[in-house]
Structure formats: C-alpha cells, structure tokens
C-alpha cells in the first residue's frame, strides 16, 4: 500500500494542519454538528481524510461522548476499508450533471441501513454544473436529519454563493515545512527508515506544501533504495524529480537562453507538462514578488520587482496561449527568448531609433522608428482609423519571413479600421477570408502586428469589394468563384507549385 495511504490519517489527533484539527476539534466537542460542511484548500493537504474521520465520529458505535472514534467496531472498520454503505464518496468530476443530483438527492431520502447518519462526501464539489448545484441546494437547505454533507474543493470561487452560504466552511491552508516534516517523521518511524538530519525538510520542500506528495517523493526514494546521505537525496532531488523546476528558475532569472530551452526540453521529456511548468514558474514568481513587497519571503534578491512583473506577464500570456499552442511547450519557449533577449532587444531598439540624415537632394529623409511610433500614437488616440502604408507594408514583410502563404493571401486584403485592440482587415475574397481565419494563420499575423506596432492586437477580417483595376494593373492575387484559371494562379501562389 503506498504510504499517504497507509499512513492516512485516523483520527482528528493525527491530521498534520493545525488549524483545521483545532477547528474541528472545537465543532464536534460542541455537540452542534453541522450537516453541510465545505473543504477547501490545495490538493494533497487531507481533505478527503478529515471528511473519513468526521463520517466515523458521527457513526462509531462507541463514540460515547468522546471525539475519537474507536477504529474497531463494524462502522469504524467499515469505513476504513471504503466499503461502508452509508458513507458515500462522490467524485464530482464524473458526476456532475443534473441527472446525478437528482439521484443523489432520491437516495437521500432513504434511511440509513446500518449507520446513524448517511454521510456523502463529494469531492471535486466545483465541478458539479450550475444546474446540479441548484438541484442539490433544495436539500442542503433542508436536509433530513440523517443526512451529513461534506464537499470538498481546490476551487471554492467555482461554486455558487448560494450553496457555500449553506455550510460550515473549513479552509485547508498549503502545509508549512514544519507540518509537512512532522507527517514525514511518522513514516520513517513506521518504516524504520534512518535518514541525515535535514533530510526530511528538503523533502518538505520540494512537496510545495502536499502532505501526499511529500508522502510520494519519500516512497519513491526508499524504493529506489537511495541512502539516507544529505548530500545523495539533494542530487537525486535536483535532477531526478519531473515536478523540480529550481534549475529552470535560476537559468530564467539569470537569462541563460540556452540552458533554459534545454532545461524546458529536459522536464517536458521527464512528463512534466508545459502547462504545469508554465503555472509553477508563475506562482514561484509572484511568491517572491510578494516578498519584495513585503508580505512573505523573497528568495530572488537578484532581480528588482518591476522585472519580476514583466517576467510574470510574459509567463501569463504564455499560459492563455497554450490551449491551442501547435507545439504544447511552444508558448512558453517564446515567453523565455523573450526574456532573455529582452536587453539585447532595447540596444537595437536605440539603434534604430537614431535619425537618419539623407543629404542627396530629391530624397526624402528615411522614416524611423520613433514616426511609426508616433503614427500608433495617434492611433491609440482615435486620430487615426487605419494603419498607415508604411506600417502595412512593414507587416507584409515580417509576415512573408515567417510564412509566404499568409503574404500572399494579405496581397489581397487592406486595413480597413484600427481601435487601439482590435485591426479590421477588408478581404476581397471569400477563399483568402477562410484561410486568414484559420487559427495558425490569425496566430502568425496577430503576433507579427504586435510585434511592429508593440501593442497587442486581435485580427478580425470582413469581406469588402476588390479595388478597381485600371487598365492593364493586375493584383497580385485574383480569385472569383467563376474564374478556374485565377482560382489555380491563386492556389500556386499561396500553396507553391
């Protein structure tokens, strides 16, 4: 059995979280047992074992007017062993329709079999749909008596006001080290385990405040027979555990691009998800940028906060563009070049924004840099409701270094409006529209458009009538639903002979 299992918690004594065994202890020593209660907190923090422990003191047999149940009659033993019939698991996850509800709250009327009390412990609770969660407030409002429920959830934002005004809320905080180390020292003593003096809070650390991943990474390590020796379980740390990310922090933070993507390769391999790489940099950052703040511990000295802040923006858009990333660790890897060439983007900048004199006569000076600028200023005030020529013609040229297909289909379309968010682009043919609309073409153009005119820009195309052509001017591109030879000139000059 793995050992969060075995040594799972049995009674309130045992849980490791301070504050919820006191609380709990002082609501059922009352005598005022509620019969909705809600669980919230980080996953892996005892959640579910506490709902076990609450079903056995309502139904242990020889509860008398104690509060530790006794762990040996049949509901006791029943319950332990998941089987008893009164005390219902329910992952949420699964059931979370209506229809579930509806039979959830028929049982709820029947009587118990054995026990004194039916005890339903929905896990995951906000994943219930909203139409299952107002079924289900009808009976927590009025519950029979013989019915207790006990949600739990790491998302309480998700559900309704209505049902957590309906229950006592016990809020499940991430484990300290000094409570994760605790629940470790019960399994080494269990298991006869000897270990260096420290080891068991490096451990601590690196379960990020999760009694069962703290439990996870201890098993794993006396399984893989690794010595008890400081020194050889902080290797084993570092470079074996997929969920570490301390050499991908410090290789951001010092920008050292090429060990990043590296390292971003080498954990993506191990099974770590770029979703969950990208989440865990985020909240490793905005912990320490919290601590320059004042409030809790700040570990990254090195880097001042008005950095950390546009790391973590880099990062949180990384993360709204995974969903449909190509490649799942692509947004992320941009969000790191980004970073890291960050400095030698600022020298270029200032290169380019030097005016250039032009002395020849009959030529005008060179435009820069800093009077595209000043044309998205006048943009961005409404003084202007189109892109400008030189500008357009700056995104059709970075669009064709990335993909000449897009290009060609932008040959036949123009700017028609800008509001500072949003470009609208007149296509002239439906065919070019469709293809412009496809997600990975919308994604190269968005993302060069920002990238000329430094603000971020959603692309939205409208079909608008072509521009007349004078006599003997041809566009570019010609497509019209009755003309097959300007349908295959088209094809060949978007897809290649």
């Known amino acids: 059995m793995t050992f969060y299992l075995k040594y799972r918690p049995k009674i309130l004594d045992d849980l490791d979280s301070e504050n919820v065994r006191e609380s709990l202890k002082k609501i059922m020593i009352s005598g005022n047992i509620p019969q909705a209660f809600l669980f919230t907190g980080p996953k892996g923090i005892g959640k579910t074992s506490a709902a076990r422990i609450l079903a056995s003191i309502v139904n242990c047999e020889n509860i008398g007017k104690k509060i530790t149940p006794c762990g040996k009659c049949e509901q006791c033993k029943a319950i332990l062993k998941s089987s008893n019939l009164d005390v219902i698991e329910m992952d949420a996850a699964s059931h979370r329709g209506i229809d579930d509800v509806r039979i959830l709250r028929d049982a709820v009327k029947l009587a118990p079999a054995k026990a004194r009390k039916k005890v339903y412990i ?84 690196y379960s990020e405040g999760s009694f069962r991943d703290g439990a996870k990474i201890l098993e794993q390590i006396i399984n893989e027979k690794i010595k008890g020796k400081y020194e050889e379980i902080e290797k084993y740390l570092s470079t074996s555990l997929p969920s570490n990310i301390t050499n991908l922090i410090n290789y951001v933070i010092s920008k050292e691009l ?29 912990i320490n940028l919290l601590g320059k703040m004042g409030i ?32 799942e660790e692509l947004p992320l890897e941009i969000a790191i070049i980004k970073w890291c060439q960050e400095d030698d983007a600022k020298e270029n900048q200032k290169e380019s924004d030097k005016i250039i004199v032009v002395k020849e006569e009959k ?74 609309e496809d997600l990975r073409n919308r994604q190269i153009l968005e993302e060069v458009v920002e990238k000329v005119i430094s603000i971020p820009t959603k692309v939205v195309c409208t079909l608008t009538e072509a521009p007349v052509k004078k006599e003997k001017e041809k566009l570019d591109i010609v497509l019209t639903e009755s003309e097959e030879g300007d349908i295959v000139k088209a094809a060949k000059d978007i897809f290649g002979n």
Do not use: C
Not at 124 to 132: G, I
Not at 149 to 177: H, Q
Not at 393 to 406: D, E, G
């Open 296 to 327: 809790g511990e700040d570990t990254l000295s090195d880097i001042p906060s008005k950095d950390l802040i546009k790391l973590i923006e880099l990062l949180i858009k990384a993360n709204k563009n995974l969903p449909n990333a190509y490649i």
């Open 122 to 205: 929905i896990d995951e609770a906000h994943m219930l749909t909203v139409e299952a969660s107002n079924a289900l407030l009808k009976t927590l409002e009025e519950p029979p008596e013989h019915v207790m429920f006990i949600m739990a959830t790491t998302n309480p934002e998700k559900i309704i006001d209505t049902i957590r005004s309906r229950t006592t809320i016990i809020n499940f905080n991430k484990a300290t080290l000094e409570e994760v180390e605790r629940s470790l020292k019960k399994i080494v003593n269990g298991e006869n385990v000897k270990m260096d003096n420290g080891v068991l809070q490096l451990i601590a650390k």
């Open 258 to 286: 090429n060990e990043s993507l590296a390292e971003v390769e080498r954990l993506t391999k191990k099974g770590t998800s770029a979703r969950s790489l990208t989440e865990k940099l985020i909240e490793k950052f905005r």
């Open 363 to 436: 030529k005008e000076p060179i435009k820069t840099v800093s009077e595209d600028l000043h044309q998205v200023d006048k943009i961005m005030t409404g003084n202007v409701k189109e892109i400008s020529s030189d500008i357009w013609n700056k995104i059709l040229a970075q669009v064709k270094v990335i993909n000449m297909s897009v290009e060609a289909l932008l040959r036949a379309a123009k700017p028609m409006n800008f509001d500072g968010k949003t470009l609208t682009l007149g296509v002239y043919y439906r065919f070019h529209k469709e293809r412009l």
